[in-house]
């Protein structure tokens, strides 16, 4: 049996097969069949769903906050994304002679000058894979694309979201979930990522499907 959930939109809302369907914690599914009035949501959950998945992570972990960003989301209070950031600057102001006021002995004059500095912040790296569902009841297993510098740089408690792409069934930057259990296989290099969803499947209400269309081959497969 599939992990499925039907929503009241179909396509008279422009709901098509493939589209992302979320709810207000993160990614929950997406459309596999469509009807005038309703649609049939397949849970990320299903054996066979998958989708291509990112790790926000940076070389010295991160999980430290950085000064004047949040975590999770890694941005800053404006709501720009740390990445988007080369570096921060902070203005000092100090008090210097006006060196064309009067020369009086018993008089100084001060204006105010400005001096800068910069601060670097980290690198940002992301490791993208593929999330897969493993069944009702277990967590999302993520397998990376690059093996060799993956086991380096995540880490449990890491936030997982989508990566986009021209063959995924999702734009970037949607929610997913965080990495709860790392698990080294041996005789092997690549390790079992475990991620737990942010939503709670089983109290679904309301959800939203993100109007994205994705390629024909994203949605075959």
Known sequence: FQNTVEINVGSNFGVAVGMPVTDGA???GRITKV???HSIVLLLTDPEYAVSAQVLS???QVDAELPGTTSPGGTTPSGIPVE???ATTTTSTTLATDPLAPLDPN???SVPT???TTTTLPEVVRETGTLEGQGAERPLLLRFVDTSSSITSIRVGAIVDTAGGNNSLAPQGIPIGTITRIISQSGSSTPIVEVTPNASLKRLNFVAVVLYIPNDEAVGR
């Open 26 to 28: 993160g990614l929950i």
């Open 35 to 37: 009807f005038p009035d």
């Open 58 to 60: 940076t070389q010295d």
């Open 84 to 86: 988007d950031l080369g």
């Open 107 to 109: 008089t100084t004059t």
């Open 114 to 116: 400005t001096t800068s």
